[in-house]
């Protein structure tokens, strides 16, 4: 059967230079990443060398200033590339926005000093970063983590247990959140933490229905000690800093939902434009013809909700509802997406010959990191009511 490759996503880029980093970014992800994606996900095998070629062509800190050994490139450039790596493969995708959230903390909070000394490697020097704020009682409710901080002379001495943290156990450097003071949100500072500092360990990697090349873990730390060098912002001041990092984290995974629905309905098109029933190809049954249409539009309005939102982070405008909108509907629609691609190959969709099957199991996940879509609701609902009552 032949098969119809992906086209190119007709896209409104802001320079030739972003023409050209998206050019370039396809022609990787097509080369380098997709053809092994298959088999490196059933085999749970995690890509470093991905990310070192990633890094290598300076995709791994687009967001940030180029004085620091970033891109220099604003969200709606970013978010795309984004977009074009999660269509090749979801592992790496949200692998580089996982990263891009990792380093976000410095480069925004942290000291000229502090950005002197650290970003030129976490942005251009192959290091991957983690991000760790959930713990195994605190998901949701962030502000109640546990993980405590205590100083000690210039030191600071971490313990406690960090859970789903995506590049758990294979992460150069991570981001911490840890309770430095009293209860609630205002008792918790950031650190940068090296990922080989003695005291810290990471579990074996859950064993989770997709995403089984990308490792997530648990991280433990054992009197870890951190020197206050390495606190990022002011004590106490870590929630916001944690908040401020989701916002533009949510971003990226809504552009990797896009991604991942883009490659679902291209490859659901692909099949129904080949396959043939009752002497026609099945593209040609009305019914079919109205899922394509369905699963189109719910892309393209994802995608221009997404960057309506990184259009307002780059010209300092509030994004924090729309960060959530489009993480909520971007996520939701990859869900749909997906099944609607399998239901379009019938039998097929549920093998594993195809890769609509794995790409289902890959969306369920993205309604749930960064914050569920209930959360996002909420968020939403927020910014429209304000808070909730308390009683």
């Given amino acids: 059967m032949q098969k119809h490759g992906p086209q190119p996503v007709s896209r409104q880029l802001p320079t030739e230079e972003a023409r050209d980093l998206l050019a370039l970014t396809r022609e990787m992800a097509q080369r380098e990443i997709a053809p092994a994606a298959a088999a490196e996900e059933e085999a749970g095998r995690f890509p470093r060398e991905v990310f070192t070629l990633i890094g290598e062509a300076g995709l791994l800190g687009l967001p940030y200033p180029e004085e620091y050994g970033g891109g220099g490139q604003p969200y709606e450039v970013y978010l795309q590339v984004l977009e074009e790596l999660a269509a090749a493969r979801l592992t790496v995708g949200m692998g580089v926005s996982v990263h891009t959230l990792?380093?976000?903390?410095?480069?925004?909070?942290?000291?000229?000093?502090?950005?002197?000394e650290h970003l030129p490697a976490m942005l251009g020097?192959?290091?991957?970063?983690?991000y760790c704020l959930s713990e195994p009682t605190s998901g949701s409710d962030a502000a109640a983590l546990r993980t405590r901080a205590v100083r000690?002379?210039?030191?600071?001495?971490?313990?406690?247990?960090?859970a789903w943290i995506t590049h758990g156990g294979v992460a150069d450097f991570y981001t911490v959140l840890a309770r430095s003071g009293g209860e609630g949100a205002h008792g918790i500072s950031a650190y940068l933490v090296p990922g080989d500092?003695?005291?810290?360990a990471a579990a074996p990697p859950e064993?989770?229905?997709?995403?089984?090349?990308?490792?997530?873990?648990?991280?433990?730390l054992d009197g870890v000690r951190v020197p206050d060098a390495r606190r990022l912002g002011e004590p106490g001041q870590g929630f916001a800093v944690a908040l401020a990092a989701l916002d533009s984290g949510r971003l990226g995974i809504a552009a990797c939902a896009v991604g991942l629905a883009q490659a679902a309905l291209d490859a659901a098109l692909g099949y129904?434009?080949?396959?043939?029933?009752?002497?026609?190809?099945?593209?040609?049954?009305?019914?079919?013809?109205f899922m394509l249409a369905d699963m189109a539009t719910g892309i393209e309005a994802g995608r221009a909700l997404y960057l309506a939102a990184a259009r307002l982070r780059d010209a300092g405008e509030p994004f924090s509802?729309?960060?959530?909108?489009?993480?909520l509907f971007c996520t939701d629609t990859a869900m749909r997406v997906t099944t609607d691609a399998v239901q379009l190959l019938g039998g097929y969709g549920y093998t594993a010959d195809f890769p609509l099957e794995r790409y289902l199991r890959e969306a369920?996940?993205?309604q749930i990191l960064e914050g569920t879509n209930q959360i996002q609701r909420m968020v939403v609902a927020r910014h429209l009511a304000g808070p909730e009552s308390r009683r």
């Fill in 207 to 220: 064993r989770k229905m997709g995403l089984k090349g990308s490792p997530t873990a648990q991280l433990h």
């Fill in 152 to 162: 000690d002379g210039d030191d600071w001495v971490l313990d406690g247990t960090k």
């Fill in 272 to 289: 129904v434009l080949e396959r043939r029933q009752f002497d026609r190809p099945v593209a040609d049954f009305q019914g079919l013809r």
């Fill in 364 to 366: 369920k996940v993205l």
């Fill in 321 to 327: 509802a729309q960060a959530a909108m489009a993480k």
């Fill in 102 to 116: 990792s380093c976000h903390a410095l480069a925004h909070y942290g000291t000229k000093d502090q950005r002197a």
């Fill in 125 to 130: 020097g192959g290091l991957l970063g983690a």
């Fill in 197 to 200: 500092a003695p005291g810290l």
